[in-house]
T-cell receptor, first 114, second 110 residues
């Protein structure tokens, strides 16, 4: 099993450009999550999907949209990138979607917005 | 609001010098407390989940304990390969979200 995979590994954007970060998991998990990690801030939840067909906002959703394409895939879209969105983005998945569950993380996407 | 505070922020240990990391939390009903290890440039790697006060879990040189207000991650006789940032997170009742602390950066010197 590959676990949680993310593409791309690294991306440079100019302010105002758009892009989609891709995430896939092969563990048959119901829930999937997008986090960002910034120095001195810890991991912060952007959006999550408790099950296929549902999505909910997390702590810092502004400037982002998500799509739960199917049970395996959960994408994060930046419509108009801003320098404040320079960060490392992690996707995670968990088995039940009902809470009290361990989340398993992907390797991350490093995004630089100029 | 759920809060997680980890201390110390950074710790340098000699190989073999045991120590403990602290995770203090404030949550309205604890559903679970999680410890992760993160190496530079990598994603967090799951270590332990603790659900109730008094619970303990061990893995190799690591032992996690839980009280009603804090968790400790004890590192016994650490080796250089234990160098990493250790992240603590809590999940509250009725909430799918994990609230993360800022991490404990551990360096073990040979």
């Amino acid at each position: 099993n590959a676990g949680v995979t993310q593409t791309p590994k690294f991306q440079v954007l100019k302010t105002g450009q758009s892009m989609t970060l891709q995430c896939a998991q092969d563990m048959n998990h119901n829930s999937m999550y997008w986090y960002r990690q910034d120095p001195g801030m810890g991991l912060r939840l952007i959006y999550y999907s408790a099950s296929e067909g549902t999505t909910d906002k997390g702590e810092v959703p502004n400037g982002y949209n998500v799509s739960r394409l199917n049970k395996r895939e959960f994408s994060l879209r930046l419509e108009s990138a801003a320098p404040s969105q320079t960060s490392v983005y992690f996707c995670a998945s968990g088995p039940s979607g009902r809470g009290r569950e361990t989340q398993y993380f992907g390797p991350g996407t490093r995004l630089l917005v100029l | 609001e759920d809060q997680v505070t980890q201390s110390p922020e950074a710790l340098r240990l000699q190989e073999g010098e045991s120590s403990s990391l602290n995770c203090s939390y404030t949550v309205s009903g604890l559903r679970g407390l999680f410890w992760y290890r993160q190496d530079p440039g990598k994603g967090p790697e799951f270590l332990f989940t603790l659900y109730s006060a008094g619970e303990e879990k061990e893995k190799e040189r690591l032992k996690a304990t839980l009280t009603k207000k804090e968790s400790f991650l004890h590192i016994t006789a650490p080796k250089p390969e234990d160098s990493a940032t250790y992240l603590c997170a809590v999940q509250a009742d009725g909430n799918n979200r994990l609230a993360f602390g800022k991490g404990n950066q551990v360096v073990v010197i040979p």
